[in-house]
């Protein structure tokens, strides 16, 4: 083994400083296995991201909440949309001073299609809409009518301070502890 691989290892962390779609969370799913089947010691994912495609995002939160191993979350720089699906599923979720938020409605690009298409579509669009809205009222102290108003109506940024407040975050936190050699 590499001494990469020794200090990545012993870290126990990850990564997340992209968009988040298909590479990356093969990525992160890998690393969770892989760090999980290493030792039962606590792994945290560091989210920097703009966000990406939900499924993706929900895909890496399946494997989280199924890991035998406790996944925490510390978000930093900036946390947005997808990257907020993935922080607040954090056994333990954290914040750097400074992190900024952002959450909204979903897109889903409908092409000029059949009525079938579109009928289809929409079941599509209300089932992502009430999953993401039971996602983060399990996972928040933030009610349905706030994350439907707030979270999922428009852009809406917000700073660690209202993160805390909403229970997005458990604690802002002022060092991160590295690991050396």
């Not at 870290?11 to 690393?31: A, E, K, P, V, Y």
């Not at 954090?90 to 079938?116: C, I, N, Q, W």
């Amino acid at each position: 083994m590499t001494s990469w691989e020794e200090g990545w290892r012993k870290q126990r962390t990850i990564h997340i400083f992209s968009d988040i779609d298909q590479n990356t969370s093969g990525q992160t799913l890998q690393q969770i296995v892989g760090l999980a089947a290493h030792s039962d010691d606590p792994i945290t994912i560091q989210i920097n991201t703009n966000g990406g495609q939900i499924h993706h995002a929900f895909a890496i939160t399946q494997v989280m909440a199924a890991c035998h191993v406790p996944v925490h979350t510390l978000a930093l720089g900036r946390v947005y949309s997808a990257g907020l699906i993935i922080l607040v599923t954090g056994k333990k979720r954290m914040a750097l001073p400074g992190t900024m938020f952002m959450a909204h409605d979903f897109s889903v690009e409908t092409p000029p299609t059949p009525y079938g298409y579109v009928v289809n579509a929409r079941k599509y669009e209300d089932w992502i809409f009430r999953r993401m809205l039971d996602h983060f009222s399990h996972h928040t102290k933030a009610s349905k009518k706030t994350i439907q108003d707030l979270l999922l109506s428009k852009d809406y940024y917000f700073d660690e301070d209202e993160a805390l407040r909403m229970g997005m975050i458990d604690e802002v936190i002022k060092t991160i502890k590295i690991m050396r050699e």
